[in-house]
Nanobody, 123 residues
Framework: QAQLEESGGGLVQPGGSLRLSCAVS????????AAWFRQAPGQEREFVAA????????YYAESLKDRFTISRDRAENTMYLQMTNLKPEDTAVYYC????????????????WGRGTQVTVSS
């Protein structure tokens, strides 16, 4: 059964960086789009970024595109989210998900979710 497993979260000071990883078991994203979502306490789940697994095309939430970078390593079957200049409002549980599709203007999550990794930005 396909699984997603996130790692790399933690506590970081404002202005710091983190790289999240999502290990993917199974070829669930071949030819499809994988994504990162996040959910802060008391907030709705929010789209962060997505990447075409085969072609590498990337998509970002407009408010995050200057600080976050999504990538994937097909050989390792792993997706990444590099986050820089982190702010307290980036504090959330980050989830990898897919395969997603765009129902303009929103990205619709797929059936596969990881358990999430907590990112806390605080001094």
């Amino acid at each position: 059964q396909a699984q997603l497993e996130e790692s790399g979260g933690g506590l970081v000071q404002p202005g710091g960086s983190l790289r999240l990883s999502c290990a993917v078991s199974g070829p669930i994203f071949n030819g499809r789009i994988a994504a990162w979502f996040r959910q802060a306490p008391g907030q709705e789940r929010e789209f962060v970024a997505a990447i075409g697994w085969s072609n590498g095309l990337t998509y970002y939430a407009e408010s995050l595109k200057d600080r976050f970078t999504i990538s994937r390593d097909r050989a390792e079957n792993t997706m990444y989210l590099q986050m820089t200049n982190l702010k307290p409002e980036d504090t959330a549980v980050y989830y990898c998900n897919g395969p997603v599709f765009l129902r303009d203007p929103k990205w619709v999550p797929g059936n596969y979710w990881g358990r999430g990794t907590q990112v806390t930005v605080s001094s």
